[in-house]
């Protein structure tokens, strides 16, 4: 969904490399759910938030690994972009966690090999990354059905062109931001979702099968200007 938002704005918002942003873009929060690796049920036997999941730094390191060594077999552009994603995310656990500290440092230095390969500055790259940021925290909203009603207004975060975007649900309800940065008056995307009918389950494998085997549903968004 965040590839799908991010498509839709103004082409002046797009870098000489869009295809390979969009790339990175749809791809940085991929490889996370891994039922061999980790168990994602609480006490309760209810799925856990991952919101509120607490990862180790073990646990981080292990993902942000495996996401970057996915991105380094298709481009060095890609591989920069998930770079300085990782680097976003986590910088605020570096000042408190010695480990992170020293893997962010690591991939600083790897940023900056990127960087130079591609002719860029950091503030090129920053820029570029500012459309991630905008549509992948536009289709968290979205997901969690947390856009507000009547005319009401949520902020979606300040980001390209270090504009602050808010989002809205129209009384028609199709979907509001503001600024418009889009190309049409609007537009349609839409999501694949699965609907579990229990709450609880008895064990990580019995989660993973009853996942796996619920059919496919969709749900549609429409944004207007």
Request: net charge positive; charged share 30%.
């Given at each position: 969904m965040a590839g799908k938002?991010?498509?839709e704005v103004q082409d002046k918002y797009k870098n000489k490399n869009w295809v390979a942003?969009?790339?990175?873009?749809?791809e940085h929060d991929d490889r996370q759910l891994d039922f061999?690796?980790?168990n994602y049920l609480t006490k309760t036997g209810a799925p856990k938030d991952f919101l509120l999941e607490n990862r180790t730094v073990s646990e981080?390191?292990?993902?942000s690994k495996r996401l970057l060594e996915q991105a380094e077999k298709k481009s060095t552009w890609i591989s920069m972009l998930i770079v300085h994603h990782l680097i976003f995310i986590y910088k605020e656990m570096a000042s408190e966690k010695k480990t992170i500290r020293d893997f962010l440092g690591k991939l600083d230095k790897k940023e900056q090999q990127y960087i130079k390969?591609?002719?860029l500055t950091r503030d090129?790259?920053?820029?570029i990354y500012q459309i991630m940021v905008f549509a992948d925290r536009c289709s968290l909203i979205l997901c969690q059905a947390a856009v507000p009603n009547k005319n009401r207004m949520l902020e979606v975060n300040t980001s390209i062109n270090d504009q602050?975007?808010?989002i809205s649900e129209k009384p028609t309800t199709n979907i509001r931001i503001e600024p418009w940065i889009f190309r049409s008056k609007h537009f349609?995307?839409?999501?694949?979702?699965?609907?579990?009918?229990?709450?609880?389950?008895?064990s990580n494998e019995e989660f993973q099968r009853l996942l796996s085997e619920s059919p496919v549903r969709f749900k549609t968004w429409t944004f207007s200007k």
């Amino acid at each position: 969904m965040a590839g799908k938002i991010a498509n839709e704005v103004q082409d002046k918002y797009k870098n000489k490399n869009w295809v390979a942003t969009l790339a990175a873009i749809i791809e940085h929060d991929d490889r996370q759910l891994d039922f061999n690796e980790k168990n994602y049920l609480t006490k309760t036997g209810a799925p856990k938030d991952f919101l509120l999941e607490n990862r180790t730094v073990s646990e981080i390191i292990k993902r942000s690994k495996r996401l970057l060594e996915q991105a380094e077999k298709k481009s060095t552009w890609i591989s920069m972009l998930i770079v300085h994603h990782l680097i976003f995310i986590y910088k605020e656990m570096a000042s408190e966690k010695k480990t992170i500290r020293d893997f962010l440092g690591k991939l600083d230095k790897k940023e900056q090999q990127y960087i130079k390969s591609q002719n860029l500055t950091r503030d090129e790259v920053d820029s570029i990354y500012q459309i991630m940021v905008f549509a992948d925290r536009c289709s968290l909203i979205l997901c969690q059905a947390a856009v507000p009603n009547k005319n009401r207004m949520l902020e979606v975060n300040t980001s390209i062109n270090d504009q602050t975007f808010w989002i809205s649900e129209k009384p028609t309800t199709n979907i509001r931001i503001e600024p418009w940065i889009f190309r049409s008056k609007h537009f349609t995307i839409s999501a694949e979702y699965k609907l579990i009918e229990k709450n609880s389950f008895s064990s990580n494998e019995e989660f993973q099968r009853l996942l796996s085997e619920s059919p496919v549903r969709f749900k549609t968004w429409t944004f207007s200007k």
